[in-house]
């Protein structure tokens, strides 16, 4: 991306940013105040956690990130007909808002330790800083915080769709271990390894929105889950899109630390399609990040960013198509915006 910035590609989150920060326009006061109170719910419930643990957990959480995932609890509830019940209502979706982004940083904290990554949202990871052992227990102590905010709406149904999307994102982890290295990955598993480990997420986000909302049946709820179920595969997609394109500069995130991982994802499997000497190369064999750049070329040469790309824009317009028969019209522009949001990061 060129132009204003000067040649300078602006950052992945940045630009996601931008999406978001439209979507908080035109949701007015009314969105920003429930956002804000979002915000600082999850700060009392970290620092609540007590030290020294709480350091990296409070860390984590208040580095930042897009938010993306309360977003969508905030706006499914919204457009279910708002939070069921007045104040009470309101406090009730923000904690299920809550318990989604500690779900989501616990499963970051995890994630950089199972991934060996150095570098999230622009800082080293709680594993790089601080050691594996306070990593497992920072991303415990996120989990249980998470479960334990949802536990006070007393709703098992809500305690239901959280759990099943840990569940998830822990069979996807672990579908991703099983894969490390291969020679061959079938699409349809790569696949089903991004709708457990994001998109399970992205789904049990939009339920909760709806389960706290006042015209928000079980229908609807199952409707507006499945339609953030494709947008987070797209997201998914998308971000192993980046994870080859980079730069770090971008991402916030080490170019090429899937593969530098052996974990093979959908810009790597299309690359082995279309290149067979990519198809030969032995991914344990990379050994330094700038063999992993190197690769990371091949891959882009051969066309497969773009096709991957394709591939994951196709899903989001499927998504956004499927707006108009969950919900009465102009009650569904936000969360199209959002399905926007997800694409414009790659821009
Ligand atoms: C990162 O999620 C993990 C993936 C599912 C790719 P986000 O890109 O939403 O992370 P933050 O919260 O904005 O940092
Ligand atoms: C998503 O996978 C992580 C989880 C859903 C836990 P990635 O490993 O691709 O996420 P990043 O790239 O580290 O953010
Ligand atoms: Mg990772
Ligand atoms: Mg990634």
Sequence with gaps: VSGATGGVARSAAAQAADGIEEIMARGGERLRALMVRTEEHLDD?????????????????????????????????EA??????????????????????????????????IDGALLRRGRPTVAAAAGRRAAVATGDLLFSR???????NDDAEQLQALSQASSALAEGELLQREDAWAAHVALERYMRRCELKTAALFEAACRLGALNAAAG???????????????????????????VSGPVERTGKSRGTDLLDGTVTLPFIL????????????????ATPRQAEALCERIASTGALDEAREQALA???EAKASL????????????????DAVVERYR
């Design 45 to 77: 419930v970290t620092a609540a956690a007590g030290a020294p643990l709480a350091v990296h957990a409070r860390a984590t959480v208040a580095a930042g990130g897009k938010r993306l995932r309360p977003l969508l609890v905030v706006l499914a509830a």
């Design 271 to 286: 690359a082995r399609e279309r290149d067979h000497d990519l198809a030969r190369v032995e991914l344990r064999t990379l």
């Design 315 to 317: 899903v989001v317009a």
């Design 146 to 152: 998470a479960f334990a905010e949802l536990a006070r």
């Design 80 to 113: 279910a007909g708002g939070p069921q019940g007045g104040e009470q209502g309101e406090e009730r979706m923000v904690r299920a808002a809550v318990a989604v982004e500690l779900v989501h940083s616990a499963t970051l904290v995890h994630d950089d330790l």
């Design 217 to 243: 049946s079980r229908e609807l709820a199952g409707a507006l889950g499945a339609f953030a179920r494709r947008i987070g595969l797209a997201f998914q997609m998308l971000d192993d899109v980046l994870d």
């Design 324 to 339: 108009p028969e969950i919900l009465p019209d102009g009650r569904s522009e936000l969360l199209a915006l959002v399905a």
